[in-house]
């Protein structure tokens, strides 16, 4: 099979487009852009200069992918938007591209952003993350894999949130926020592990009990993090999971979100 373009589709002549691939009315897909095999681009779609989009993706209606960084310093360099394999790309979402500070904005595989979602400029998000409707994140944050984030929770700008987390609706998200976790209220705090994603996922109880010892170490046992660091190197089995929850706090650079406060 070929390639199927509405009549009424405006699609730039050096566009590169695979097998399969659906682009419905009055869609507008620029110039410099690759569509990967299987992919569906819905009516009123835009797919601006500089997008490479992966196979069997699915971009709805009124979205805009690949638009221009929302940042003063950006004059109009080419940069890209390269965007993996299976996303789902909903309803007014927009993608942007990176700015001349790292040339691109990455996006992972099996990713679901929904409706008015926003990828600000220089992002790095991993596999399987989910961003909830109207979840804005600001340019440079890095989201590694297996993330959700609940709607309307904003995310600053260079913040880094680890995999497995889970992040409640109508917060905001200042700091790091360190993998394996639950993370809620305002400011935003450590509410726990996220024991249900990491069973459905297939992690073994073992392993969630000594991620569990880990956090209750720098969350609960009123040791600073460096204090609950050199803890963990000492007390702790040095599994991938725990090297995980280490390099991370090694590499903050915000500084990770605060315990719960005790009253």
């Not at 989009?53 to 004059?75: H, M, N, T, W």
């Not at 991993?126 to 984030?149: E, F, K, Q, R, Y």
């Not at 996922?201 to 969350?219: C, M, N, S, T, V």
Request: charged share 20%; glycine share 12%.
């Amino acid at each position: 099979m070929g390639v199927n373009i509405h009549s009424l589709a405006l699609v730039g002549k050096k566009s590169q487009l695979g097998e399969n691939v659906t682009i419905g009315t009055s869609a507008i897909l620029g110039d410099n852009v690759i569509i990967g095999d299987g992919s569906t681009i819905a009516p009123y779609a835009i797919i601006q200069d500089g997008t490479r989009l992966g196979r069997e993706c699915k971009i709805a209606s009124f979205a805009v992918v690949g638009g221009p960084p929302q940042d003063l310093k950006y004059k109009g360099e080419p940069t890209v938007l390269e965007i993996g394999d299976r996303c789902d790309v909903r309803e007014y979402v927009t993608l942007n591209r990176g700015t001349i500070e790292t040339g691109k904005t990455v996006i992972g595989n099996n990713c679901m952003f929904m409706a008015n979602a926003h990828v600000g400029h220089d992002c790095v998000i991993g596999d399987s993350c989910i961003l909830a409707n109207s979840v804005p994140l600001a340019g440079h944050v890095t989201l590694d894999n297996w993330v959700i984030i609940g709607g309307l929770t904003p995310v600053h700008q260079f913040v880094h949130i680890g995999d497995h987390t889970m992040i409640g609706g109508g917060y905001r998200v200042a700091k790091d926020i360190p993998p394996y976790i639950r993370s809620g209220r305002e400011p935003m705090v450590f509410e726990g592990l996220n024991s249900v994603g990491l069973r459905r996922r297939g992690f073994h109880q073992e392993a969630i009990d000594l991620i569990d010892k880990a956090y209750i170490l720098i969350y609960r046992s009123n040791l600073n993090v460096s204090q609950a660091v050199v803890r963990i190197k000492a007390e702790l089995e040095q599994t991938a999971e725990i090297q995980n929850i280490l390099d991370f706090i090694a590499g903050s650079k915000r500084g990770i979100i605060s315990g719960p406060s005790h009253h």
